[in-house]
């Protein structure tokens, strides 16, 4: 899930939504051909896990038990419970405001439709796999869980300050494409990786910098939406990012007057792994 306006170039109905942009998921509608698509992405994923993703997500995963077809979102919830966590159906990107509220409540939008077979590789809007697959296994993970609760509740704080951007930066780092340092080995746990196959490989081993986190950093870093990512984030342990709620709002007024980084850009302040 990302976050800008609908336009009317995206895939979903908009006209069905509730003033908080959910929909029925109609999981009894699914096709047959839609779960037999979802087995094929899931299987090609899944078999990349368990050299490249993180743990903790690799356990999200199990806990999720979704290999057969596309999830039911209320079913899925049910795994959640632990950390207070529930899915609900968008359909597409909503807007900002709708979605900082959504995470702030501990739900999670995720978009109700899949992918055609001939987009297996690319799509250019999140679907329910990427939602799903790519973000709801952490959701099983406290630490991650609670970063993102505050993640959502810091939303109103930079929309009425005029810091979006720092705010957007740290989701895209971090959430959609954010590493760990695992037993000495790189893995993934972003979102934006583990739901691509060209991606989680490259993110991991590629030739590409791999810096360690550094908040303020992550907050003035600059990305691009349309390629690979030129370089990527290391933390050693979710609660890094619990950590970093605390001072969030000064940090994100700092990042808001500072001059962005580029998109790849390496400093020499920077420690790479
Ligand atoms: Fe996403």
Avoid: K
């Avoid at 030129?230 to 007024?253: H, K």
């Amino acid at each position: 899930m990302t976050t800008i306006a609908p336009a009317p170039a995206l895939r979903g109905d908009y006209g069905a939504a509730a003033a908080d942009y959910t929909v029925p998921q109609r999981h009894a509608g699914v096709t047959p051909a839609e779960h037999a698509t979802w087995r094929a992405l899931h299987a090609r994923q899944s078999a990349l896990f368990g050299r490249h993703a993180a743990r903790a997500f690799r356990e999200g995963v199990a806990a999720l038990d979704c290999a057969g077809g596309v999830p039911d979102l209320d079913r899925a919830s049910e795994a959640l419970r632990r950390t207070g966590w529930r899915l609900v159906a968008v359909p597409g990107l909503i807007p900002e405001d709708a979605f900082f509220a959504h995470l702030a409540a501990r739900r999670f939008p995720v978009t109700h439709w899949l992918r055609r077979p001939e987009e297996m590789d690319y799509l250019e809007e999140p679907d329910i796999f990427h939602d799903f697959l790519g973000h709801v296994p952490l959701l099983t993970d406290p630490a991650f869980a609670d970063f993102l609760h505050g993640y959502g509740e810091a939303g109103a704080f930079a929309q009425a300050q005029g810091a979006l951007r720092p705010l957007a930066r740290l989701y895209w780092h971090m959430v959609e494409f954010g590493l760990l340092l695992e037993d000495g080995a790189i893995r993934a746990y972003g979102a934006g990786i583990l739901s691509s196959a060209t991606e989680t490989v490259h993110a991991t081993e590629g030739p590409v910098p791999r810096l360690r986190f550094d908040a303020a950093r992550v907050l003035r870093t600059e990305y691009r939406i349309d390629d690979l990512q030129p370089l990527y984030f290391v933390i050693e342990d979710f609660r890094e990012l619990f950590g970093l709620l605390r001072g969030l709002e000064a940090a994100l007024l700092r990042a808001r007057d500072a001059d962005p980084i580029a998109p790849g850009a390496v400093l020499a302040a920077d420690t790479p792994l």
